[in-house]
């Protein structure tokens, strides 16, 4: 009786929208990153974002094609005038924005930020602790 009701519900189970959603592994093909925290790209362009209403700005970004799989993000460049320090064609490492996923605040469809230029840190060429 025991292995009856297991495997029922095993198969019960995927009827279930949330079960499906969370196992069947469509969001890792969907994820860019492909499950990582992090991944190295190239800049293709600088771009500024319009903030959402009721806001008003320019949100600065850049378009990254990222090294391991070729797919093209838009990615947040933090703090003021760190746009100055990424150049087109620049190797820049992505990481996520903090929502796991979703974009942030009042700027649309931007789902990861920058951290570093040419393997220096974003924060410390802001701080003026070191040089690219």
């Known amino acids: ?3 009856k ?3 029922h519900r095993r198969i019960a189970r995927w009827a279930d929208n949330t079960y499906k959603r969370q196992h069947s592994g469509t969001w ?20 500024g974002i319009e903030a959402k209403q ?3 700005a320019v949100r600065k970004a850049a378009r990254v094609q990222l090294i391991k799989n070729g797919k093209k993000v838009a990615a947040y460049v933090p703090n003021d005038g760190c746009l100055n320090f990424i150049d087109e ?14 974009s942030v605040g009042d700027i649309p ?6 951290v570093k230029v040419a393997g220096v ?12």
């Open 5 to 7: 009701l297991r495997s």
């Open 28 to 47: 890792l093909k969907a994820n860019p990153l492909a499950g990582s925290s992090h991944a190295k790209g190239i800049v293709l362009e600088k771009i």
């Open 109 to 114: 469809g931007v789902r990861f930020k920058v």
């Open 1 to 3: 009786a025991g292995r």
């Open 89 to 102: 064609n620049d190797e820049v490492l992505i990481a996520g924005f903090g929502r796991k996923g979703h």
């Open 54 to 56: 009721p806001n008003s």
């Open 121 to 132: 840190s974003l924060l410390a060429l802001f701080k003026e602790k070191k040089e690219k």
